[in-house]
T-cell receptor
Framework: KAGVTQTPRYLIKTRGQQVTLSCSPI?????VSWYQQTPGQGLQFLFE???????NKGNFPGRFSGRQFSNSRSEMNVSTLELGDSALYLC?????????????FGPGTRLTVT | GQQLNQSPQSMFIQEGEDVSMNCTSS?????WLWYKQDPGEGPVLLIA?????ELTSNGRLTAQFGITRKDSFLNISASIPSDVGIYFC??????????FGTGTRLTIIP
């Protein structure tokens, strides 16, 4: 069974631009979570989607948004990029929205904002 | 909100030594997960724990779900070079978000 895939793997953007990252969960998994990882802040939770509905949200500004499609694939969007948005963005999938299941991570998208 | 304290922050050991690390939470969890991350990659799940007192092994790795539900422990026996990396604990209660520890960086001294 294929793992979580994320595209693109690397991205360079300029301040003020916007970016869309994509995540395809493990086949059969219906819950997708997004995290931002930086050296200084560690792994910070962005949001979690299940059945196309956002179920949990972290403490990030409204410039960060996401959505989930009917096939469970998810995208996250960051508008008006700032230098501080440079990070590894990780997607994780789980069979369902519950603490009874583990989350599996993709390889991440490395975003650099210049 | 929930906070996870993971210790130690870093460890420098010799090959063959055993390793112990732990996480403590300010509130209870009903799931504890342990991950390992290599540079530039996503975290890889090592062990999942779902019951207080549970002790689970995965090869040379053993993890325990603390009785108080506020802590968890990971032990690595007879470390080898490929054990180098950053280890993260993560906990979750109900349908709340998964909260991660700050990580333990493991380095093996030649």
């Amino acid at each position: 069974k294929a793992g979580v895939t994320q595209t693109p793997r690397y991205l360079i953007k300029t301040r003020g631009q916007q970016v869309t990252l994509s995540c395809s969960p493990i086949s059969g998994h219906r819950s997708v979570s997004w995290y931002q990882q930086t050296p200084g802040q560690g792994l910070q939770f962005l949001f979690e989607y299940f059945s196309e509905t956002q179920r949990n949200k972290g403490n990030f500004p409204g410039r960060f948004s996401g959505r989930q499609f009917s096939n469970s694939r998810s995208e996250m969007n960051v508008s008006t990029l700032e230098l501080g948005d440079s990070a590894l963005y990780l997607c994780a999938s789980s069979p369902t929205w519950s603490s009874s299941y583990e989350q599996y991570f993709g390889p991440g998208t490395r975003l650099t904002v210049t | 909100g929930q906070q996870l304290n993971q210790s130690p922050q870093s460890m420098f050991i010799q090959e063959g030594e055993d390793v112990s690390m732990n996480c403590t939470s300010s509130s209870i969890f009903n799931t504890w997960l342990w991950y390992k991350q290599d540079p530039g990659e996503g975290p890889v799940l090592l062990i999942a724990l779902y019951k207080a007192g549970e002790l689970t092994s995965n090869g040379r790795l053993t993890a325990q779900f603390g009785i108080t539900r506020k802590d968890s422990f990971l032990n690595i026996s007879a470390s080898i070079p490929s054990d180098v990396g950053i280890y993260f604990c993560a906990g979750r209660f109900g349908n709340e978000k998964l909260t991660f520890g700050t990580g333990t960086r493991l380095t093996i001294i030649p």
